[in-house]
């Protein structure tokens, strides 16, 4: 008998990252390149909230609640980098290495709301080249934040 998934609200950030990886490589697989990409930009700022959340354990005892607030109004991965991600660890070792990622999580994120907000469609060159870029970009936050955690791979995958 097939164990019973938990809920998705109930799974912590890093279960509900490695989720929409697994989901975007069935979408991918079934050719449907444009919501593949938006599940590759959704798992993109989950590592931007992970990111986050630890970098406001490192400063303070924040509740969970206050920076799931932060996250809210921040807005997307743009205002998550911007507002909040890069000014908060703009002065520690981890600066110039989250700031260099900046510029992946901009262009999945343009793709990303093409698609959102204006119906575009994605092309399967556009969908993997964008898929690729978030994976560069969620690898390099978990290196930085979550150095065991290992994105899995589904066949099948971009």
Avoid at 25 to 39: I, K, Q, T
Avoid at 140 to 147: A, C, H, L, T
Wanted: glycine residues 6%; hydrophobic residues 40%.
């Amino acid at each position: 008998m097939k164990k019973p998934r938990k809920p998705y609200d109930d799974r912590s950030d890093l279960e509900k990252l490695q989720s929409q990886w697994w989901k975007l490589s069935g979408l991918h697989s079934r050719e449907e390149w444009s919501a593949a990409v938006v599940r590759a930009a959704t798992a993109a700022e989950i590592a931007a909230n992970i990111a986050i959340r630890s970098e406001f354990q490192k400063v303070g005892s924040f509740s969970s609640s206050f920076v799931d607030s932060l996250l809210i109004w921040a807005n997307g991965l743009r205002g998550k980098l911007e507002k909040l991600l890069i000014p908060i660890s703009k002065d520690t070792e981890r600066g110039p290495a989250i700031a260099a990622l900046k510029g992946l999580a901009l262009e999945v994120n343009a793709v990303r709301n093409g698609i959102a907000h204006r119906g575009e469609f994605c092309s399967a060159k556009k969908a993997a080249t964008t898929i690729q870029k978030a994976r560069e970009f969620v690898d390099g936050i978990m290196r930085i934040y979550e150095p065991e955690f290992e994105l899995k791979e589904r066949k099948g995958e971009p």
